[in-house]
């Protein structure tokens, strides 16, 4: 665009434009065409005003501080209260629905078999009537619970393709579908969830993958639950995915905890050594393991090496498949050269409960619960939820002790090294906190800002107004998304709309430098006057400068502001397919572009003015 404005445009200019016609001689079409048919005059007599109004006041010094203190104050208070609920990344409209369903322990594969038909049994109507037929108008509606509202409205899904339904080994089933209509694949979502807690014994929920997925959850909280002692994580986990299934705004896409079946043991036999016996037989625990293994699936004892390729090789017992795991107790083992015992003779084999699956972080038991957020929740506000309601509750009664862990990760912890690397972290009055908000982007990039307008205007006082104006845009970016969010509620604070900031307080100086540098022009004689057709101006005094300077730059400010908003505008106004990734960036650069423009043309001439005029003052002390 630099090259462009500096080499192309005034060679196309010169070419357009031509030989200039007198305007008497110029038809009357053509007059009015370039007068804006009237609209030229007009916004003419509009710049009269401004620099009257702004030669009015910059004649007080009360004035002055009045509309800085009133601009900055303006500014500082409406971020904090216009700032919407802030997320991580928006979800999009991703048009396929995914459910996962927990049922008892001991389901096999022909269980699941026949959930699954009943399942299909009730989705059936959905996949054969199409799209825009009565049969499509005659489906069954479907519950839907509002979660900003709290109440439970009944919607009716649109017709579904490709659905399908998965049963696995360890009993965890899947099911899921595509909706014929775009635009309501969260109706398809409610479908799921209703078939669902059709089922008995089922716990499971169905939810609108995000577009853009990380980790386990989209628009999500991950709680890290870990201890030393596997019964009292599983006893603490147990509570709060009960307290968040008793939660109407937590629990609309169901928790997924991680194992799945961390409340249910499942039954196993155990076979520990009689350490006297074994000792006596020269049979060691490894020894004993291995026998075990090999009773089972099978035990690798070696590798083969065959044409440069390892073949594992394992020994297998012929009778593994008895159905029966005790059968291990009369399993003969030859335990010295004429010593043949059962394994009963030196182990203790018993049946028992046992956990399917443990996991573990930082070498703690742990268990993982996944909580999916509606769209209409931000992040922020959903670890408030849990922290007041779900949190805090146990901890008060006493249901979590002190043992326990509990993390937030996943997109919640994400966020908070998205927000500390963005505008650092806040952590008191200590160098830490300093450090980490003079280390942030969005320090660096108003500081590399600042440095490059010191290096054109060849000093630090003129930049430092300019940057005023960035506070000014902030709050007009934060006033542009709070009035998308209030019409489009999912539309929140993430981290995409958080670098429309960042690129605003590159764009909304330019409005600045067009007003100071004029008026430094005019202060030193290098500028010519609009009034005086062209003609070279003597040295202005700094009040009529800054005056001159507004009139002369209102039209290009008001030009390049209308065609940068006419640009953006239909980022944020308009609907279709990826549109919310983009409309909060779009909604911030409007709103800020908008709100400096207006607030830049008071506040750069008063604080210009204020800054001349003490230099002046200090300049005639110090002389």
Known sequence: R???????????????IGDVVEPAKRSKFRRAFESGFGLAPLFGKFNDLIAKFIHMLLG??????????????????????????TTYLPTGNRNLVFAALIPPPGYNLDKQEKIGYRVESVIRPYWEAELGTPDAEALPMVPHFNPTTGQVDMVQPAPITNFFFVGLNDGIMFTGAISADDSRVNEGADLLNSVIQQQPGIFGGASKLPLIRTGNVGNGIELEISGPRLEQVNQVAGAIFGMILGNPQLNQKFPVPDPGNFSVPQEEVQVRADLVKAADLGVSNADL???????????????????GDGIDLKILADDQNTGEATYVADVPI???PEQVVPISGFANIFRTTAPQ????????????????LPDEIALDDG???????????????????????????????????????????????????LMSMFTSRAFLALLVVFLLMAALFEGWLYPLVIMLTVPLATVGGFLGLRIVHTFVPEQQLDVLTMLGFVILSGVVVNNAILIVHQALNFMRGTAASETDDGEKHEALEPRQAITESVRSRVRPIFMSTLTSVGGMLPLVISPGAGS?????????????????????????????SMVVDLRSIMVKRFR
């Open 289 to 307: 393991g291995l026998i075990i293994r090999m009773l089972g699936d099978g035990a690798i004892v070696g590798e083969y090496i065959f044409e």
């Open 60 to 85: 007080s010094w009360g004035a002055r501080l009045a509309v800085a203190g009133t601009f900055m104050l303006i500014a500082l208070v409406g971020s904090y209260v216009l700032m919407p609920p």
């Open 2 to 16: 630099l090259i462009v404005s500096v080499m192309v445009i005034p060679v196309a200019a010169s070419r357009l």
């Open 383 to 433: 670890m408030a939820i849990v922290d007041n309601e779900v949190l805090t509750p146990l901890r008060a009664s006493g249901a979590i002790p002190q043992s326990i862990k509990i993390r937030k990760a996943g997109t919640a912890a994400k966020l908070r090294e998205v927000r500390s690397a963005l505008l650092g972290e806040w952590q008191g009055f200590n160098l830490g906190s």
């Open 357 to 372: 699956q443990i996991n573990r972080i930082e070498r703690q038991r742990s268990v993982t619960i996944q909580i999916e």
């Open 334 to 336: 030859a335990a010295g």
């Open 580 to 608: 919310e990734l983009y409309r909060g960036l779009g909604s911030v650069v409007v709103g800020g572009l908008l709100v400096s423009t207006v607030f830049t043309l008071l506040l750069v001439p008063s604080v210009m």
